[in-house]
């Protein structure tokens, strides 16, 4: 199955970080942290992101960022 990283999906959806933090109420170091490892992810802030990106969860990579590239190459 095909995925993409937390961030691509923002960027891919023309957001800022900043737009994403204010809709989903957190500071944005907090979305920054949540970009490069995306296992740190509540519920909560799941709910509004897949809403937001109109992406399913399924096709967001969960995990480091830095493992993607090792991820992306064993598929």
């Known amino acids: 199955m ?3 990283t937390l ?3 923002r960027i891919s959806c023309g957001l800022t970080q900043n737009e994403v933090a204010l809709y989903c109420e957190l500071p944005v170091c907090v979305l920054d942290e949540l970009e490069k490892d995306s296992s740190l992810l509540t519920v909560r802030i799941i709910k509004k992101i897949i809403k937001l990106y109109k992406v399913p969860l399924c096709l967001i990579f969960i995990g480091l960022e830095s493992d993607y590239a090792k ?3 064993q598929k």
């Open 2 to 4: 095909f995925q993409i």
């Open 7 to 9: 961030r691509a999906a």
């Open 71 to 73: 991820y992306k190459s």
